[in-house]
């Protein structure tokens, strides 16, 4: 299969050799194979008719937006009609222009929306892999609040201590009961003793 740009070499519209270039360029910098058909060009007579009479989209622009016959340029797949430059434009801007141009099978459409699919689900695994890490870091902030409150707790204790050392003091005091003091023994017994002698002796002398 031949990809065939059916164009105007002798125009005078300009926006018919803008598009022309434009059309060019871009299968150029895609590296896919055409064939440039020039209408005008002597012995194109029978091209230039297949292109008329089987293009579909008259390609009608600013200046001729209904022109009698199709503009160029025109797309064809050997003789396949594809489409005029407005449609090659858009498959271009969508990133279909390989199965615009037919080069591409009948199922690349159902392949492209598998791939869109299987990219959203990717998508959406990741969406699920930031979410998880971020529980992890709520719940860290939460436990991490708690052992803050609990040190400010501890906090606020130790300062009320500080602030009245009479409930320290008070929590280590214990009552002593008092010692009696110690009597000596023997002391009356021994002052009994002397003054009986000397009774005795104060006796004695009296006889005397």
Known sequence: MVLKVYVSGMSGNKEVKKRQQRVLMILDSKNIQYDTVDITE????????????KSTSNG??????EP?????????????????YDAFDMANEIDTLEV??????????A???AQIELKQENGVAK?????????GETEAAAEADADAAGAAEETDEADKKKENPELKTAAKRT?????????????????SSTSAQL???EREAAAQ
């Not at 002597?42 to 009479?53: A, D, I, V």
Request: charged fraction near 25%; charge should be negative; glycine fraction near 10%.
């Open 42 to 53: 002597p012995g194109k007579e029978g091209e230039k008719e297949l292109m008329q009479n």
């Open 60 to 65: 009608g622009t600013v200046s001729d937006p």
């Open 68 to 84: 009698r016959h199709p503009l160029p340029p025109q797309i064809f797949n050997d003789d396949e009609y594809c489409g005029d």
């Open 100 to 109: 615009f141009l037919k080069l591409a099978p009948a199922d690349t459409t």
């Open 111 to 113: 392949v492209s929306s």
């Open 127 to 135: 969406e699920e892999e930031k979410k998880a890490p971020a529980e």
């Open 175 to 191: 009552t002593v009961a008092p010692v009696p003091a110690r009597v000596p023994i023997g002391t009356g017994a021994g002052t």
């Open 199 to 201: 009774l005795d002796s």
